[in-house]
């Protein structure tokens, strides 16, 4: 094991490497001692500032010494400190509130457990992908030392340890279909996954946190619902439904008229995280989409592309700065093409309006008007990156018919008359051909024949 260095303030690198039974201080912004924690278990990849921690007060029958934070927070936590493995803490002029206790390995286990279920049910509610630790570190020695068995997140067929024999009577490959609850990158909500003796798993009563290894989402781990007699159509409609309700999000009646200030076409309905964020799922935020259709839209052409383009990203498990990048990896546009930088900002706006705005981007005009310019770009660099055809630009736009000030009823009743004109002449022109008698010396034929006079 490479030494473990510990930084004086918490860094990207501290936190790639930070173990369950590791400590550290944190000075919250609203008061005026540190206070200690231990890490219990993340709750997701390498590097995440979110863990279940313990605190002194981890006794408490409410369970409120144990719990989830986000210790990267910069609206609550304003200076974190590590301690060193053995727990020894630097000198600080500030007060420590410290643990008074001295833990067993069993013990410290058993705390773990404890913030590992806290941990998963967090993963099981928000999805994600996870990166489960495999060793601890023993109070006060610092020696890190291999998880138990039953604190491994594995499978059936891929553990090398022995099971302890309690543990491996709940550990059988689980029966029945299992829906995915939370959308993943290729994966929608609803759909089934099949579980195999090989993959890794972890069993949570009705629940399967399935880690995924191939896909888009490889890597990831995706939560499962069994699903008993639902199909995935009604298992989706359920989840939807729980989450208007959990949101309190009251749907409109069929045919039911309502007011402005009760359904406006220009916003979704906004949801937020367990923080109390604005944020809404990308896939979640395109099945949510409605395209309204008025009299007096401003695009002539009156064709919508937005929700395609949306739609298809969604297809690719990509939300839109993610395709957008995919894109331009794949097409390298030269450095000195500035359209890179321009499709990314359109990406970045409509993210931004998507997930934390929430706005019914498919009714808005003016998304239309951006969708336009992102496909202008794309089909411009589509045949060669480095020599961009932007032949027939004019038409993108929805409004511009290629002439100023050419009506367009009058430019197509001309190209009507011009076309029935062409066809007259050309009718004229077949009569005339068959009208003209034939040459009676071809050229090339012979000029001394017989039948001439001698």
């Keep these: 094991m490479r030494p473990h260095v510990v930084p004086a303030v918490a860094d990207q690198e501290f936190w790639k490497r930070v173990m369950p039974g590791q400590r550290i ?20 990849v390498s590097g995440t500032t979110r863990w279940a921690f313990a605190t002194p007060d981890h006794a408490e029958r409410d369970g409120s010494g144990i719990y989830v934070e986000d210790a990267g927070s910069i609206e609550d936590v304003s200076k974190v400190v590590p301690l060193s493995l053995s727990g020894k803490r630097p000198y600080l002029d500030e007060d420590i509130y410290a643990f008074a206790d001295v833990f067993s390995n069993s013990q410290l286990l058993d705390l773990i457990r404890k913030g590992k279920k806290e941990a998963l049910e967090i993963v099981a509610a928000e999805g994600g992908s996870l990166e489960a630790p495999t060793s601890f570190v023993e109070w006060n020695t610092g020696r890190c030392v291999d998880l138990p068995a039953d604190l491994l997140f594995r499978g059936k067929g891929r553990s090398q340890k022995q099971p302890d024999p309690g543990r491996d009577r709940t550990r059988f490959l689980p029966s029945g279909r299992w829906a995915a609850i939370s959308p993943l990158p290729g994966i929608r909500v609803g759909d089934v996954q099949v579980l195999k003796a090989e993959d890794d798993f972890t069993i949570l009563d009705n629940f399967v946190l399935l880690k995924l290894t191939d896909g888009l989402a490889a890597g990831q781990v995706a939560v499962l619902e069994r699903l008993d007699d639902r199909t995935s159509t009604s298992f989706r409609a359920g989840q939807r439904k729980q989450a208007l309700e959990e949101f309190e999000f ?12 009760q359904d406006d076409a220009r916003t979704m309905s906004v949801t937020t995280n367990r923080r109390s964020r604005r944020h809404k799922h990308f896939q979640d935020a395109v ?4 395209e309204d259709h008025y009299d007096d839209w401003p695009l002539r052409d009156r064709v919508r592309t937005r929700l395609h383009l949306l739609e298809r990203m969604s297809a690719d498990g990509l939300a839109p700065i993610a395709w957008i990048d995919s894109y331009l990896a794949r097409k390298r546009y030269p450095e ?4 890179s930088h321009e499709l990314r900002a ?13 706005v019914n981007v498919t009714s808005l005009a003016c998304f239309e008007y951006m969708a336009r310019r992102l496909q202008l770009i794309v089909a411009a660099h589509a045949v ?6 932007y032949a027939g630009a004019e ?5 511009e018919d290629g002439d100023e000030l ?3 009823e009058l430019r197509k009743k001309v190209l009507e008359g011009m076309k029935s004109q062409a066809k007259v002449l050309e009718v004229q022109q077949k009569q005339k051909e068959l009208k003209t008698p034939l040459s009676r010396n071809p050229k090339g034929g012979s000029k001394g024949g017989g039948g001439g006079k001698t």
């Design 25 to 44: 201080l944190i000075w919250y912004r609203d008061d005026d001692v540190y206070h200690e924690r231990v890490a219990l278990w993340p709750t997701g």
């Design 250 to 261: 009251q749907e409109k009646p069929a045919g039911e008229a309502a007011s402005a200030s």
């Design 336 to 339: 000195s093409d500035r359209s």
């Design 406 to 408: 050419v009506s367009p």
């Design 346 to 358: 359109i990406a970045q706006v409509l993210e931004t309006a998507l997930l934390y705005d929430q």
């Design 287 to 290: 099945d949510e989409l409605v």
């Design 395 to 399: 038409f993108y736009g929805g409004n």
């Design 384 to 389: 060669d990156v480095n020599n961009p055809a």
